[in-house]
């Protein structure tokens, strides 16, 4: 009776995960769709803390009480252009504790000595461990390159890609070892359990970090997307390994929203996800600029900026890294202001790889208190530029670049934000300097295009200074 | 073997079911979608619960002790920062 109640709460919180995910989906009902799944997730712990058959509390609430203040303490004090880095640690503890309890697990069967029978169950907990400590050290990798302590560009070793493969395939030979495979084989079955155990987690460890560190800063939305798909594939893994449905059910809802950004990422580059993984893109010559010759570009001034701004009846800003880096969104949106005030049309175009994860500059424009509906995404957005009067290109610089258009370029085929189509296009930049691709923009030369060489959050900031002064 | 293909028929279908809810979410809401989502791959508590709650050796304790201290920022963190995300985003009217 007992256990039909907790099933029955157990079904209720999945349909709450899913009304909240469903709910999540749109900006009037997210707030609540997140709240929702909140509460699904007390629901379904509350139920496992009354019918687990608790016997030492001590250690559990301890544990509870570290890991609520310290998750609590991250989500309030973080700053929000640090939001990629946070969102990839969070991810990384996801998959961490899904290895831990399918290790945990595996001990247990071992001690009761029932591990011979279960092979299936087995080869569930090899994947729990695996794939989480994959999702494990490859977020730390990712946060480090989010946070500037690693290289951002992709760091590669001689035979990366067959070392990577190698392990790979040592890897499932381990898993396929602690499912009981070969048992009968002599030197098999001197190792221990735990040994096996041990190897195959040292393993997945250094494969995450080896998968994650050949991958460019520029492509990190990718990989936030992958790991977060990877972290609901080790909780279903892990709710396999102990036999629990609503592990496995919302394991799987992580696993394909992660997979759908995922392809969403991809496609916004005109890359396949073997491409990401393995091409160790960008950055590979900041030399790609093919001809030294000096070419004239158009240098303006902020004032020249602000007059055209202030007298155009339509101005879209495309934002990239380089603002969050600046940390200038909320000079953007007080420059925003003032150009509303005098009856400009203001709106912006954000490209979905913009930034360092999925909806990056949305978060950070939200931040600065920019309303959603003035952010239009790349099909929204491209059928306007032809109507507009002034294109500003803040830290942005691929995802505007005109070679996509063209055959035999490095980004051929990914969809951009056709700028150039614009009265006129002012650009902000500190330098001539190429994008992540490492390549040059031939936006930059074009007749209608000025260059603002200055700081993104200064060139806002005086920008906004000078539009006052016009009045 | 009834339990693993049950498991699976579940994994089958919520998958399926993630696919469709998520396909359509609009990318100003891409960063809160996957915080979100990635505080619910924080479930995983449950198993760590489990294993604490009933752990024998002291092995199996620590194992799980620090599942449970990983899951739980996860999840506390990841709703957190999520509403905090969400709270921020505005419509023109509602400034």
Same mark, same amino acid.
């Given at each position: 009776m007992a256990l039909l109640a907790q099933q029955l709460a157990y079904i209720a919180s999945a349909v709450l995960f899913v009304w909240g995910l469903k709910r999540l989906g749109s900006p009037d009902t997210a707030r609540s769709g997140n709240a929702l799944s909140a509460s699904a997730m007390l629901l379904a712990l509350a139920t496992t803390l009354i019918a687990g058959e608790v016997i030492s509390w001590t250690v559990l609430l301890v544990a509870l009480a570290i890991g609520s203040i310290a998750g609590a303490l991250l989500a309030r004090l973080v700053r929000m252009t640090a939001m990629p880095q946070l969102v990839a640690v969070f991810n990384g503890f996801g998959g961490g504790a899904s290895a831990l309890v399918a290790a945990a697990e595996f001990l247990r069967l071992e001690a009761s000595g029932a591990q011979g029978g279960h092979p299936a169950l087995l080869v569930t907990i090899a994947l729990g461990i695996l794939v989480g400590t994959v999702t494990f050290t490859g977020s730390f990798v990712a946060f480090g390159k989010l946070q500037g302590l690693l290289p951002g560009r992709p760091v590669t070793w001689p035979l990366q890609r067959v070392l990577s493969g190698l392990l790979f395939v040592s890897l499932i030979v381990l898993g396929a070892l602690l499912a009981g =495979? !070969?048992? #009968? @084989?002599e030197f098999v079955a001197a190792l221990d359990g735990w040994e096996v155990l041990a190897l195959l987690g040292l393993g997945a460890a250094l494969l995450g970090i080896a998968l994650v560190l050949p991958i460019g800063g520029a492509d990190m939305p990718v990989v936030v997307s992958l790991l977060n798909s990877y972290s609901g594939l080790a909780a279903a893994a892990a709710g396999f390994a102990i036999g629990n449905p609503l592990l496995i059910l919302a394991g799987a809802l992580v696993g394909a929203a992660g997979l759908i950004l995922t392809r969403i990422m991809c496609r916004s580059m005109n890359r396949s996800l073997a491409n990401v993984a393995f091409g160790a893109f960008g950055g590979a010559g900041a030399t790609a600029t093919a001809d030294d010759g000096e070419r004239p570009v158009r240098r303006t001034t902020t004032e020249e900026t602000a007059l055209l701004l202030a007298y155009a009846s339509s101005v879209v800003v495309v934002p990239g890294y380089g603002l969050a880096v600046a940390q200038a969104q909320h000079e953007t949106r007080k420059l925003m202001d003032l150009l509303v005030e005098r009856g400009v049309k203001v709106s912006f175009a954000i490209h *979905? =790889?913009? !930034?360092?994860? /999925?909806g990056h500059m949305n978060v950070l424009l939200a931040e600065a208190d920019v309303p959603y509906d003035r952010l239009l995404d790349l099909d929204e957005a491209n059928p306007e530029f032809s109507r507009t009067d002034v294109v500003v290109v803040v830290g942005a610089n691929d995802v505007v670049n *005109? @070679?996509?258009? #063209?055959?035999? +370029? /490095?980004? +051929? !085929?990914m969809p951009i934000l056709n700028v150039d189509e614009a009265r006129s296009v002012v650009v902000i930049k500190r330098s001539l300097s190429p994008g992540f691709a490492g390549l040059d923009n031939p936006l930059f030369y074009l007749d209608h295009t000025l260059m603002l060489f200055s700081d993104a959050r200064e060139a806002m900031a005086d920008l906004a200074r000078e539009v006052r002064e016009l009045k | 073997m009834g339990e693993l293909i049950l498991g699976l028929y579940v994994f089958t279908l919520a998958t399926l079911v993630g696919v469709e809810l998520i396909r359509r979410v609009p990318p100003t809401l891409h960063t809160p979608l996957m915080s979100g989502a990635n505080a619910v791959s924080g479930i995983t508590i449950l198993g760590a619960v489990i294993v604490v709650g009933t752990a024998e050796g002291p092995w199996v304790t620590w194992l799980g002790a620090a599942a449970v201290v990983l899951a739980t920022v996860n999840v506390v963190g990841g709703f957190l920062v999520t509403d905090r995300m969400l709270r921020m985003f505005r419509r023109d009217s509602e400034r």
């Open positions: =495979v !070969g048992a #009968e @084989l *979905p =790889v913009a !930034g360092r994860m /999925p *005109p @070679l996509a258009r #063209e055959a035999d +370029s /490095p980004i +051929s !085929g | -």
